[in-house]
Nanobody, 118 residues
Framework: QVQLVESGGGLVQPGGSLRLSCAAS????????MAWYRQGPGKERELVAA????????NYADSVKGRFTISRDNGQNTVFLQMNDLKPEDTAVYYC???????????WGQGTQVTVSS
């Protein structure tokens, strides 16, 4: 079965940085595009960044362009999100998943909490 385990979140001051990791298993990771999503307080889950299966193409939500970088290591079945110049509006639970499965995205991992506050 599919497993997605996010880690690396925490409390950080505005302007700080975090690097999130998503360890994937239960499917042929290297053949799937992957993405990061987030859900802030009182908000719907939204797409943050996506990367193609071989890592050649990436795209980002307008709100994070120039600040966040998505990458992947297919040898370790892991996708990363480098988050720089964090802002309070980045506060959310961050999840990884594959666009291959959604809608409806039947499975979500636990996510990792990112809190940006002074």
């Amino acid at each position: 079965q599919v497993q997605l385990v996010e880690s690396g979140g925490g409390l950080v001051q505005p302007g700080g940085s975090l690097r999130l990791s998503c360890a994937a298993s239960g499917f042929t990771f290297r053949t799937y595009a992957m993405a990061w999503y987030r859900q802030g307080p009182g908000k719907e889950r939204e797409l943050v960044a996506a990367i193609t299966s071989e890592g050649g193409i990436t795209n980002y939500a307008d709100s994070v362009k120039g600040r966040f970088t998505i990458s992947r290591d297919n040898g370790q079945n892991t996708v990363f999100l480098q988050m720089n110049d964090l802002k309070p509006e980045d506060t959310a639970v961050y999840y990884c998943n594959s666009p291959r499965w959604g809608p409806p995205y039947d499975y979500w991992g636990q996510g990792t909490q990112v809190t940006v506050s002074s």
